[in-house]
């Protein structure tokens, strides 16, 4: 494999990294201790005030990152450059942390129109990878977007749950199943939570989010 420079800080890399040594030691861990369901940060790892005022749809959330320079610089190269080794680079990131359990991988879908003008779905090309890792199967066709939502950054956190509401399909029966949603970034849940009432309104059992980044209020 040829070197090549390093995606944050250019410098001489090899083996095929994409950042180098000092870099990837930089990037921003979202540490503990954790709510279990949300991933924000909670004394002791308890459910979080939030989560128990209003339990969302979601049963867990498993992150690797705060969402945070960098990490935020990688997520926007995938997504809008088309630095398609990052997904790669994100599930192995995903894979060296806790894995849950599950019998399915699903990622979030992505609108028509958002995924004619990107071409792919960031969330479609870091699960499957995770997939063969973990021998799930990856279902990308059952569920899909059908709302046409304004981007969730545009709006206020507490706009976007109505943003998304409604904005999911599913066709497949999900009875009794433990489904993990896999996604790039969770800023307040929203998304994911739609999602999740979805896959539950189908049957799912349990809905985890495998999440490579969770950005926190500041």
């Given at each position: 494999?040829?070197?090549?420079?390093?995606?944050?800080?250019g410098?001489?890399?090899?083996?095929?990294r994409?950042?180098c040594?000092?870099?990837?030691?930089?990037l921003?861990?979202?540490?503990?201790?954790?709510?279990?369901?949300?991933?924000?940060?909670?004394?002791?790892?308890?459910?979080?005030?939030?989560?128990?005022?209003?339990?969302?749809?979601?049963?867990a959330?498993?992150?690797?990152?705060?969402?945070?320079?960098?990490?935020?610089r990688?997520?926007?190269?995938?997504?809008?450059?088309?630095?398609?080794a990052?997904?790669?680079?994100?599930?192995?990131?995903?894979?060296?942390?806790?894995?849950?359990?599950?019998?399915l991988?699903m990622?979030?879908?992505?609108?028509?129109?958002?995924?004619?003008?990107r071409?792919?779905?960031?969330?479609?090309?870091?699960?499957?990878p995770?997939?063969?890792?973990?021998?799930?199967?990856?279902?990308?066709?059952?569920?899909?977007?059908?709302?046409?939502?304004?981007?969730?950054?545009?709006?206020?956190w507490?706009?976007?749950r109505?943003?998304?509401?409604?904005?999911?399909?599913?066709?497949?029966?999900?009875?009794?199943?433990l489904?993990?949603?896999?996604?790039?970034?969770?800023?307040?849940?929203?998304?994911?939570?739609?999602?999740?009432?979805?896959?539950?309104?189908?049957?799912?059992?349990k809905?985890?989010?495998?999440?490579?980044a969770?950005?926190?209020?500041?």
């Amino acid at each position: 494999m040829l070197p090549q420079d390093c995606l944050l800080c250019g410098a001489a890399g090899g083996g095929g990294r994409l950042l180098c040594e000092a870099c990837s030691g930089d990037l921003p861990a979202l540490g503990a201790p954790r709510c279990p369901v949300c991933a924000a940060p909670s004394p002791g790892g308890e459910t979080c005030g939030a989560c128990l005022k209003s339990k969302p749809a979601f049963d867990a959330t498993i992150a690797v990152w705060r969402y945070a320079f960098p990490v935020d610089r990688l997520v926007q190269a995938l997504k809008f450059e088309h630095r398609l080794a990052l997904a790669r680079f994100f599930a192995d990131a995903l894979l060296a942390g806790a894995r849950p359990g599950g019998d399915l991988l699903m990622p979030v879908p992505l609108s028509p129109r958002r995924l004619r003008e990107r071409g792919f779905n960031q969330a479609v090309e870091i699960a499957r990878p995770l997939g063969r890792a973990l021998g799930l199967p990856l279902d990308v066709d059952a569920c899909r977007r059908t709302a046409e939502t304004l981007p969730q950054t545009s709006l206020p956190w507490k706009e976007r749950r109505r943003n998304v509401k409604n904005a999911f399909e599913c066709g497949m029966d999900l009875t009794g199943r433990l489904v993990v949603v896999v996604d790039d970034v969770m800023t307040t849940g929203a998304t994911l939570d739609e999602f999740a009432r979805t896959l539950k309104r189908h049957g799912a059992a349990k809905v985890v989010n495998w999440v490579v980044a969770r950005a926190l209020r500041v």
